[in-house]
């Protein structure tokens, strides 16, 4: 069989470059809130506002979709995902390994030279939570540090997996504003355990404060649920 032309190959590249790029800029705006759940996303609107072709379009929303936002609806297109209380305490449980595994490894694969870049995004956490962000952005927040803790770990695999799961339990962050005060001081402390791991060389400590992380996040989800189940029993008919 003949190699394709260069210039054939070229275009195949750019054509799965603006692709993903669509997918991920769709992925960002679902999680911003532009799509809520049970919105549609609509392939000619999609392709109006950001240039592209409708092929590229429905390409884009089959990723979004294998990522776990949307749900594809034959001849109806694509809808965005209502996660059940199950499927959201599984994200959360699976985010805990993969951050705790990306910590491990972050804290023998870590640049020493950018353990700067640590402790500064630390201390924008600190502050933050101090003079009372609103949960969204300390979120946002706590997501950028396990990127780069990810971007760090030596392991492609581990990282792609940590953004993958990240990003749905990010969406879902930003939706339910789980917590309390308390719990965000927790949070803080386990931050500030985890990067000091990272920077001593500790991958146990290291891993075991990742959980805790994202620990905190799913005992406050689960609680909230356990509530709203209880008051949704409160209300039913007797």
Known sequence: MDEPEPEVKARRKSDQTLDTRLSETLIREVIDGRYPPGAWLREQEISTRHGVSRASVREALRSVARAGFVEMRPWRGAQVTNVGAGELLDIFSLLEEMYAQCARLAATQFPERMFGRLDAMMAAMEVAATTGAERGQLYTMSFALGQVIGRQSGSQLAYRMLT??????????????????????????????LVAAI???????????????????RRSLAADLKFEAALDRADLPT
């Open 199 to 217: 920077k001593d060389r500790h991958p146990e400590i290291a891993a075991a404060a990742a959980r805790m992380v994202v620990m905190i996040t």
């Open 164 to 193: 993958q799961v990240g990003n749905l339990a990010l969406w879902q962050q930003r939706i339910l504003q789980p917590g309390s005060f308390q719990s965000e001081q927790q949070s803080l402390s386990a931050h500030r355990i």
